[in-house]
């Protein structure tokens, strides 16, 4: 039973840091309406940067990580920049497509920089394990769930509550109103790319603490996928119920059906979970249904 | 489609025919010349090359009908192509099935499967069903892996002996080759032949605005699982032919990538037209195999790029050509043609 | 003495190659009530957006001609820096922002206000004139009918503060009776803000009904000018806009059994 035990926290806990993932997804549709499937691409960006500076040039971890995060926050403004806002009006289907693009091509130049070698990445987070009661716990998934909550506390604060969080949930809507009422559409989807770029950092240093890592690690962008759909790519606060929904229900499928498949299923279960919400909520549990006048 | 002065039609069957002019037969004619005879004017590369160019062409021209057409954004196609492939192989491994007989149920089969998610399109619109496709992808790699290894070889893969018609086996690139134009040809015209069609029209009403297409009468619901049918099917064949040109069928050969190059190939060739889906898979193709030509001498030349240079470059190719053909050219290739068509004819007027 | 809105021979065009406007000239001064009419595809919302630099969104430019705005020229501006100069637009079909609640739309229409404070005496104003909205602040704006939702496109706009509202057939799909009151609160909103309005509408009725002055555009151009009586005593307004044959009442089908009048602005 302990072992079940630790299979649901520790689901918990990675859930909550797909939920971190998944916040940068919402941010980004929710401002720019874009769902950038080139998140986890950045997410990689975000940690090889840190590695090279922490290992590489052999920066202490108090200056590699700021200098990480504005690069990050760069790369968010510099993608937005040069890549999206072209594309100001255009319909769904070409932001959908951009960003599948921009994924392939990230990858092939993380790829070109760094190679396919494994990295391994430094400890930036302390590495000794938590201990309560029976259950050993990742410190840094402890640190991490702590931020996620926090970090989604306020991001739905702002959406909701201030004048500027409003403004950018207008862009969200549509891009001409929000124009039409004197809105600076550019700035908002800016903010967001760049927001989301840090968070994406963040989450990256989490994951990543102290272990391997190559190119591939970019496909945790496509496991936060259901729990981004699952909340409903609007909704924020849903983001962290999500999170911890699937991480659960992930956990207890790995637990469960583990055995019968001979394992693999934490990799696919998510996929399973987003096509039962897919077709139970469309919109996910907090998110905006389409309201349609015919 | 602008046509020459003096060109009309009088009957309905003329004027949805796909060739109108004596100068359009010709071209044609020479086409049709040229790719029969290509393994006597072509080297065994350029045969290599127009097997995979013909494979893939079928599974985009089919996505083309799905996405294209009838607007359901498919990001699995390579998904439904692995099924196909596989049934194809499964079949051919433990029943001793023969080729004509196989190809055919790798499309249904492959059809059947998307169709499923065509049903799901009842529920789920647009941009969420393209996630469910990205699902279909995981669980497909995911179902392949732990059916029974007898059937479906799971990691190991399935290999294959060649297509035997009789006892004469297409067991050499040329052989296969005539196969492979055979089915492109008779599923391009079938396509066009959709397109034309009270279907095809139905698809393009779906895509267009599907509240609208169900308040005049168009059981969309029917329609958008047909399109995932018809997709698939395409996909399936693509999957048959795959099986037997490769001779060996292993899920890690179908990923989300392959699905992802696709629809790439029907962004740059133009979404919407089955000519957009062939251009768009020649010019892809063509580049692809000009980066494996060319990689391994930049590697030389520059060693700093490193062993994976290859793969990066076709990467950065591909994720680069469809962020400049979104933003410079949605409509694709074949827009980018018709403009120029236009300008010649009108010239020296600006519009 | 410059007036408040003025277009100077400008002319649109879409994507390089569709001409739309052909040369427009036209005028609204300041706490002027000004009728754009035509039949569906005359310009008329075109018109609308190259003032309020909504083109861009289209692939539409100013190709020639100037527009200005209180003598100072805008055709190339962004549409965020001309709602802070009090120059705003109403979109047709009732835009909401249809997942935020009454409150929350109005709010973001006074972005442009620089304190909280005034953006929550401003609120109070709106909800003055628009009492019905005051009862659903909390609703959800994309299920509130079609007249609330004019009402509250309309609030949104006085949010910001306008000197001029540019209106786009605010009558669209909406009730006779809803019709009425809404013209009747747009007159009211020019003699108690002071605010100008450019309002194009189908339902020339109404609009002549209240208007200073009116202009027709058929195929890109103004192809009749004059003050709202002219325009309402017009015999091929009467004609072709109001529904009106020779005798004065309404037109019996009887009456057109062959073409007796042709549009004298046609030549």
Known sequence: MASLLGYVVNGALAGLLYALIAMSFVIIYRSARVFNFAQGEIVVVGAFVVWTFMSVLDFPWWVSVPLALGASLLLGLFIERLILRPLVGEELFAFVMVTIGLLIFIRGVVLVAWGPEVRFFPAVLPLAAIKVGPLVLDRALVLGGAATLVLAAITSWFFNRTQAGLEMTAVAENHQIALSLGISVKRSIAIAWGVSGVLSTLAAIIFLNGKGMTFLASDIGFAALPVALLAGLESIGGVVLGGLIVGIAVGLAAYFLDPIFQGGVASVFPFVIMVIILLIRPSGLFGWKTIERI | MTLPAGVHAETYDQDRALIRTPGQWIWFAALLAGLLLLPLLGSGKAIGIANVIGITLVAVVGLQLTSGFAGQINMGQSAFMGVGAYACGALAVNLQMPFWLTLPISGISAAVFGAVFGLAALRIKGFYLALTTIAAQYIFSFAMLKLPKAWFGQAEGLRLDAAALGGYALDTDVRIYYLVLLVAVVMTYGAWGVARSRPGRAFVAVRDNDNAAEVIGINVFYYKTLAFFIGAFYAGIAGGLWAYYVRYVQADQFTLWLSVWYIGMLIVGGMGSVLGAIVGTVVIRLLQDLITVVGPEMVEAFPRLGGQFVFAAMNMLLGGMIIAFVIFEPRGLVHRWNILKESYRIWPFPH | ?267
Do not use: C
Request: no cysteine.
């Open chain 3, 1 to 267: 003495m410059a007036m408040l809105l003025e277009l100077n021979n400008v002319e649109v065009v879409y994507s390089d190659v569709i001409l739309v406007l052909k040369g427009i000239n036209l005028a609204v001064d300041g706490r002027q009530i000004v009728a754009l009419l035509g039949a569906n595809g005359a310009g008329k919302t075109t018109t609308l957006k190259a003032v309020s630099g909504l083109l861009h969104s289209e692939d539409g430019k100013v190709t020639a001609g100037v527009i200005q705005f209180q003598g100072v020229p805008i055709h190339h501006e962004e549409p965020q820096n001309l709602v802070r100069r009090g120059l705003v637009q109403v979109m047709e079909g009732r835009r909401i922002l249809p997942h935020m609640t009454v409150e929350q739309n109005l709010l973001v229409g006074g972005k442009v206000l620089k304190s909280r404070q005034e953006r929550l005496d401003a609120l109070d104003k709106a909800y003055g004139y628009f009492p019905q909205l005051a009862k659903m602040r909390q609703r959800v704006s994309g299920y509130l009918s079609g007249g609330e939702q004019q009402m509250l496109v309309i609030g949104r706009a006085l949010m910001a503060r306008p000197r001029l509202i540019l209106l786009d057939e605010p009558s669209l799909g909406l009730a006779p009776m809803l019709v009425t009151e809404i013209f009747e609160l747009v007159e009211r909103l020019r003699q108690q803000e002071g605010i100008a309005f450019l309002v194009v509408e189908q339902n020339a009725n109404m609009a002549l009904g209240i208007a200073d002055h009116g202009y027709v555009m058929e195929n890109g151009r103004i192809v009749l000018a004059g003050t709202g009586r002219e325009l309402r005593d017009n015999e091929d307004i009467k004609e072709f806009y109001l529904g009106m044959s020779l005798s004065g009442h309404g037109k019996s089908f009887k009456d057109v059994k062959h073409y007796k009048r042709r549009k004298r602005w046609l030549g």
